[in-house]
Nanobody, 120 residues
Framework: VQLQASGGGLVQTGGSLRLSCAASGRTFSSYGIGWFRQAPGKEREFVARISWSGSTTVYSDSVKGRFTTSRDNAKNTIYLQMNSLKPEDTAVYYC??????????????WGQGTQVTVSS
């Protein structure tokens, strides 16, 4: 599975962005997908995860109620809708496949990341 994240950018506090993760590979639709982020000087942090069917989603406490992940298996794309953005959401965001739960090391496939910057 190959993944490519896009949609990052600069936004003001309270604004919104939608990230996309385009996937290739015949088995993509069988994978749960995780979203992670990494701010400068910090460890990679779990953000959200969506099951292979899209029926189950999990969020970190820091984004719950503000972020929503979804997927369109027909388009081989996963989305992360981010609303009410805060400066502390500033990070490089990654999508990942081939793992489970909240542990980054459990995922075997990673996209290249997209920068999200939230100005105060």
């Amino acid at each position: 599975v190959q993944l490519q994240a896009s949609g990052g950018g600069l936004v003001q506090t309270g604004g919104s962005l939608r990230l996309s993760c385009a996937a290739s590979g015949r088995t993509f639709s069988s994978y749960g997908i995780g979203w992670f982020r990494q701010a400068p000087g910090k460890e990679r942090e779990f953000v959200a995860r969506i099951s292979w069917s899209g029926s189950t989603t999990v969020y970190s406490d820091s984004v719950k109620g503000r972020f929503t992940t979804s997927r369109d298996n027909a388009k081989n794309t996963i989305y992360l809708q981010m609303n009410s953005l805060k400066p502390e959401d500033t990070a490089v965001y990654y999508c990942a496949a081939g793992g489970g739960g909240r542990i980054a090391a459990s995922y075997g496939y990673w996209g290249q990341g997209t920068q999200v910057t939230v100005s105060s």
